[in-house]
């Protein structure tokens, strides 16, 4: 089973503030994916990486995928109330039995105060 | 479209009892899957459907079953509840089953405790 560990587990910070997000594992993956999510709804999919050091800028947010296929980071520049919520890393399994499957890190719950 | 719908919203059952947690999509996606979501674990696969007619085990399988007798449903069955399947479940779709390429779309959820 591939495991993916994503840090922290919270992030407080005021409004303006920078960020980062983590995720880490010892597996390759073949694509990355970063989610939102808010209080009593689903996650939505913010971004997919692919090619090993690749990065996708989404307005504020800044993804990028190791060289190696085995981390990822998401960076927010100056935080908005608006950004609140919980933050999902998911790794498409590249090989075994669990082949094409999500692995979902613990999630990442951030609070941006104003 | 209404995407991906789950009924219900919040249930509470006893341990023992069973109840059926309903996913229904509009968009003709072939592919379905069911995860739970519990505080510190992120998301975890339960089972999947690459079709119709078609399901598989996920990561956390045991104590439900699903069937996949048209492209829109695909029901989470539990067949006797137990108080560690308290949880959040959510239903997805997508395309196909590929997500480099794909889109992977969430329910809203159903808030399951079992006392």
């Known amino acids: 089973t591939q495991l993916l560990e994503q840090s922290p587990q919270f992030l407080s910070i005021q409004e303006g503030e920078n960020l980062t997000v983590y995720c880490n594992s010892s597996?390759?993956?073949?694509?990355l994916q970063w989610y939102r999510q808010e209080p009593g709804e689903g996650p939505v999919l913010l971004v997919t990486v692919v090619t090993g050091g690749e990065v996708k800028k989404l307005k504020r947010l800044t993804f990028q995928f190791g060289d190696a296929r085995k981390d990822s980071s998401l960076h927010i520049t100056a935080a908005q109330p608006g950004d609140t919520g919980l933050y999902l890393c998911?790794?498409?399994?590249?090989?075994?039995?669990?082949?094409?499957?999500?692995?979902f890190g613990q999630g990442t719950i951030l609070t941006v105060h104003p | 479209n209404a995407g991906v719908t789950q009924t219900p919203k919040f249930q509470v059952l006893k341990t023992g009892q069973s109840m059926t947690l309903q996913c229904a999509q509009d968009?003709?996606?072939?592919?379905m899957s069911w995860y739970r979501q519990d505080p510190g674990m992120g998301l975890r696969l339960i089972h999947y459907s690459v079709g119709a007619g078609i399901t598989d085990q996920g990561e956390v399988p045991n104590g439900y079953n699903v069937s996949r007798s048209t492209t829109e449903d695909f029901p989470l069955r539990l067949l006797s509840a137990a108080p560690s399947q308290t949880s959040v479940y959510f239903c997805?779709?997508?395309?196909?089953?590929?997500?480099?390429?794909?889109?992977?779309?969430f329910g809203p959820g159903t808030r399951l405790t079992v006392l």
């Open positions: 998911a790794g498409e399994n590249a090989g075994g039995t669990s082949y094409g499957k999500l692995t």
């Open positions: 968009m003709n996606h072939e592919y």
């Open positions: 997805a779709s997508s395309r196909d089953s590929g997500t480099r390429t794909d889109t992977q779309y």
């Open positions: 597996s390759v993956f073949s694509s």
